[in-house]
């Protein structure tokens, strides 16, 4: 059975770090894709990032520059890198696989989901 579980959520002052995880159990993450999801109060949900098998890349572009994702698949985690953090990152955080290959990781509409972290920017 896919399970996900995040982590690293917190609060952060504008222009700090956090780094979230996102740990895999019940399957092998080598064949999966991952994304990276958040919804902020009053918001739709909006993909951040991901990451295919191939380790090919998406990010949205709000955070190029300031996020990155990888994964680590002998510990089947993928993390995802928040630098420069601002108040509009605020959001909760959810993690998200599925096995369907599609050409681009931001395509795939993802099945299988995380409980969520807080990450909260604030002075």
């Known amino acids: 059975q896919v399970h996900l579980v995040e982590s690293g959520g917190g609060l952060a002052q504008p222009g700090g770090s956090l780094r979230l995880s996102c740990a895999a159990s019940g399957f092998s993450l080598d064949y999966y894709a991952i994304a990276w999801f958040r919804q902020a109060p009053g918001e739709e949900r909006e993909i951040v990032s991901c990451?295919?098998?191939?380790?090919?890349?998406y990010y949205v572009d709000s955070v190029k520059g300031r996020f990155a994702i990888s994964r680590d698949n002998a510990e089947n985690t993928v993390y995802l890198q928040v630098n420069s953090l601002k108040p509009e990152d605020t959001a909760v955080y959810h993690c998200?696989?599925?096995?369907?290959?599609?050409?681009?990781?931001?395509?795939?509409?993802?099945?299988?989901w995380g409980q969520g972290t807080q990450v909260t920017v604030s002075s």
């Open positions: 998200a696989t599925d096995a369907r290959w599609y050409s681009a990781c931001a395509w795939i509409p993802y099945e299988n």
């Open positions: 990451i295919n098998s191939a380790v090919a890349t």
